[in-house]
């Protein structure tokens, strides 16, 4: 049985060395889109591809993730979307500073306010969104993971907002994502000492979901998008109205009373109510059989 698994893992990880080939030659985009076959239809992954810059949130980085997000928008096939990188030992390295540098403070503002776009729009989108964390995740990075309902951290992650040693504060929402996360005095001591942490600690805080061992992903360097894709295969079978349902009722529970949330939560249950994706549950339930839903 573990050799089984064993060789399985070891079919996946070739399968991502290929793909993160394929991505190098490919269109030379910043930030690449694979619409996953088989039985992993209906999972996408947002593959940032910025090897010289260690994937630093560049304006034309920006710009192309944008385009990527609102492609998967309005996509009624994808039901799970994950974020990773396929540059080696690291997500985001966040700003890129080194463009910062020779922007105007009018420039500076223009940038941060359609990198703040993004990562909202990241956040809202419809389709649960997980993030792989196979490096490092430092400020904006780790700001971008925060958008995501899921965060997968492999044995090499490591997080961090490190902008109050730059004499800045994190600027793309991690003082607001971060405290909804982990409470005001946990975000206040990361924020002010500027720490750096790696995945377990991560995951005691709750900042992460789970955390890939080396041994599970044959000690290749993607364990983190190899857990990731086992938590949205999970997610595939399940009604995909009723998860994105659920996912904008739990979204407004952080951020009305809980009255207001018992009726968005009703309001999103009558959303599933007329779908024929309901009657397949039931139909399937009385049968004992697995349920297959279309979405509709």
Known sequence: MLAARTQQSAAIARGIVQTVRKLSTGSGSEVELIRHD????????????????????????????????????????????????????????????????????????????????????????????????DGAALGGGFELALCCDLRVAGPQALLGLPETSLAIIPGAGGTQRLTRLVGASRAKALVFTARRFGPMPALSMGIVNDVASQESACDCQNSGYLRALEWAREILPNGPIAVRMAKKAIDYAGTVDPVTGLDVEQLCYAQVIPTQDRLEGLRAFKEKRKPVYHGH
Request: proline share 5%; with cysteine.
């Open 38 to 133: 088989g039985s992993d239809k209906g999972i996408a992954t947002i593959a940032f591809n910025r090897p010289k810059a260690k994937n630093a949130l560049s304006r034309s980085l920006v710009s192309d993730f944008r385009r990527t997000l609102d492609e998967l928008r309005l996509d009624s096939e994808t039901r799970v979307v994950i974020l990773r990188s396929v540059v080696p030992k690291v997500f985001c390295a966040g700003a890129d500073l080194k463009e910062r540098a020779t922007m105007s403070p009018v420039e500076v503002e223009q940038f941060l306010h359609s990198m703040k776009v993004s990562f909202r729009e990241l956040e809202t989108l419809p389709q649960p969104t997980i993030a792989a964390l």
